[in-house]
């Protein structure tokens, strides 16, 4: 994590002024506004999602993986309470206790939700709990707080849910592929999905990000969110900004879906896997509930004609974690792409 790194002075005024906020370094101070190839990309306003309706995707579905990769999705049928408690103990247990409570606890993270090494310029203004709900995980017998054990016992809950509407959605999406009932099941495996519940805090500096540009390595993600916002996604050469529907019984309760690398890879380039990242917090703390869905690790990932060798989820994991902890970034599917 990004301990270490932070300059006293720099991250005083954030931690003085909210006992909770992480001691995120500040970057002017220290002269690092090294800017990244993608914050030079414009920004070009909001843009509209297609919303699929998850009792009928029909063809909006595959239509919207072919043209965004991303779409909104209503008729999920997750209870509007669930997702309220979800936010509320998520709100509790990462913006109202102190930073060095959170800290002690299994499955928080802050900086950034992937493991590595990180330059100050890589530290994301986030922090979160990673929640694993697969079958061998108990993540209340980890749980060290009464706190911890409740958003653990929800997360199951909601977790529950998310695989009914990922199995949904990838049913539809195997069947506009033409995939195997085989392949099919390798290509999302059920019981290791994860959720992760972020809190980007409020943020004094202007243009800080709360999570950096990235396509998901997932087939598909599930996004529940508050009202804040500030979430954005590359479309047409510039940065969208997708407005928040509210999460947790607010809003209109739709949640948003974005597809990942491995169902970019299986359908050969068809369906496209969405850039994005979060633009920090201003005045409000936002907060987001996002659930990862994966194949199982010794998958095949393949498709007839693909521009990518083929290659095992496994294998793809590991090559990210290794071009995290070499680079600080992530390079993803160009990896294995075969050269002629
Ligand atoms: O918090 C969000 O809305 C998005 C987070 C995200 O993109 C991710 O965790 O991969
Ligand atoms: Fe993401």
């Known amino acids: 994590m990004a301990t270490g790194t932070e300059s006293p002075a720099a991250t005083a005024a954030a931690a003085m002024a909210d006992p909770s906020c992480p001691p995120f370094p500040l970057l002017e101070e220290e002269g690092q506004h090294e800017r990244e190839e993608e914050e030079n990309v414009p920004h070009g306003g909001e843009l509209e999602l297609p919303t699929v309706d998850l009792e009928a995707p029909g063809e909006a579905l595959a239509a919207a993986c072919r043209r965004l990769g991303v779409f909104r999705l209503a008729n999920h049928g997750v209870p509007a309470d669930l997702s309220a408690r979800l936010f509320a103990v998520a709100r509790d247990l990462l913006g109202r206790a102190p930073f060095h409570n959170k800290q002690a606890q299994p499955g928080y993270f802050w900086g950034t939700p992937a493991l590595s090494s990180l330059r100050v310029r890589d530290v994301n203004w986030v922090e979160g709990f990673h929640l694993a709900l697969g079958r061998d995980h108990q993540p209340t017998a980890a749980a060290s707080s009464p706190d911890l054990a409740a958003l653990a016992d929800l997360a199951r809950e909601y977790g529950a849910h998310m695989a009914r509407v990922a199995r949904t959605l990838f049913g539809a999406l195997a069947a506009a592929l033409g995939l195997g009932a085989g392949q099919a099941s390798a290509y999302l495996a059920e019981h290791d999905g994860f959720l992760r519940a972020y809190r980007y805090p409020p943020c004094p500096e202007p243009g ?95 498709c007839r004609g693909s521009r990518y060798r083929p290659f095992t989820y496994a294998e793809f994991r590991e090559q990210v974690q290794a071009d995290i902890k070499a680079t600080g970034s992530k390079v993803g599917l160009e990896r294995f792409l075969v050269h002629h």
């Not at 509210?246 to 491995?262: F, S």
């Open 208 to 302: 800080r990000l709360g999570m950096e540009a990235h396509t998901d390595s997932s087939v598909l993600s599930v996004i529940n969110q508050d009202l804040v916002g500030g979430l954005q996604v590359l479309h047409g050469g510039a940065w969208r900004d997708v407005a928040p529907c509210g999460g947790g019984g607010t809003g209109t309760g739709k949640l948003l879906v974005n597809l990942g690398d491995m169902a970019r890879a299986i359908s050969g380039d068809a369906f496209r896997s969405v850039r994005h990242r979060v633009a920090a917090s201003r005045g409000d703390e936002r907060l987001s509930l996002c659930y990862f869905a994966f194949p199982r690790d010794d998958a095949v990932i393949s």
